[in-house]
């Protein structure tokens, strides 16, 4: 069992910048892939960006550029550097821990945390 808890979500004006952190109650070294996810009013929940414990990430084609998804392993957490923002990225912000049991991949959620960027 996985527990993911976000902070760092607010209101910022666009152009401005927020830094997200999802604390885990597991040492990160043993999860596979962790990563964040945003799900806009109405919108289905989406990729943001991803990061393997290999050190290897992904991230949407949107955050390309002006996001960067880092993991701290001596403090288990996952941080979400948000530059640029738009008011388009605004959205619940999720974080997500992909663990490899032996009976197969198994995907924890936190409870989000809010992003909105308005002038």
């Known amino acids: 069992q996985v527990q993911l808890v976000e902070s760092g979500g607010g209101l910022v004006q666009p152009g401005g910048s927020l830094r997200l952190s999802c604390a885990s109650s597991v040492d990160i070294k043993s999860i596979y892939q962790l990563g964040w996810y945003r799900q806009g009013p109405g919108n289905v929940r989406r990729l943001v960006a991803t990061?393997?414990?290999?050190?290897?990430?992904d991230y949407a084609k949107s955050a390309e550029g002006r996001f960067t998804i880092t993991r701290d392993n001596a403090k288990n957490t996952v941080n979400l550097q948000m530059n640029s923002l738009k008011p388009e990225s605004t959205a619940v912000y999720f974080c997500?821990?992909?663990?490899?049991?032996?009976?197969?991949?198994?995907?924890?959620w936190g409870q989000g945390t809010q992003v909105t960027v308005s002038s």
């Open positions: 997500s821990a992909g663990v490899n049991y032996t009976s197969g991949m198994k995907n924890y």
């Open positions: 990061i393997r414990n290999t050190g290897g990430t």
